[in-house]
């Protein structure tokens, strides 16, 4: 596989993650009702605002290249805790996926990072 297709995998896999995490944080701050009766049954209810921002601001370090390992580690971070509520709750863990997805994604792009900075020295 040449690093251009990497990095497109890479991308992709980014990108699909992340726009679910923009989703759900913006409907934390529009006060969706499912979001809503959701978050309040697990105890979480006076607190769907902070965690639609802390979701975005996430989101949005994730994909900036410079602070990608930051929102990368708070991603992870988040995901983690959704997905103790999801086990908690009795409900699949979907956040798993998108753990999975954004480590790959992160994989992928670190190891491109490398090939592409070895390429320039030579």
């Known amino acids: 596989m040449t690093t251009k297709t990497k990095r497109i995998i890479s ?7 992340s ?12 006060g969706a009702e499912q979001v809503v009766t959701g978050l309040t049954k697990a105890g979480l209810g006076n607190f ?3 965690i639609g921002a802390i979701e975005l601001v996430s989101v ?7 602070t990608y ?3 990368f580690l708070l991603l992870c971070s988040y995901l983690g ?10 409900q699949p863990p979907i956040a798993a996926i998108f753990i999975a997805i954004i480590w790959i994604s992160v994989f992928l792009r670190d190891k491109n990072m490398l090939l592409s ?3 320039n020295k030579v």
Request: aromatic fraction near 4%; charged fraction near 10%.
């Open 11 to 17: 991308i992709v896999l980014m990108i699909i993650p």
């Open 19 to 30: 726009l679910m995490l923009v989703m759900s944080g913006v409907m934390k701050l529009t």
């Open 48 to 50: 769907i605002t902070l």
């Open 60 to 66: 949005a370090l994730f994909l900036f290249p410079k």
């Open 69 to 71: 390992k930051i929102g």
């Open 81 to 90: 805790g959704a997905m103790c509520i999801e086990l908690a709750g009795g």
């Open 117 to 119: 900075s070895a390429e």
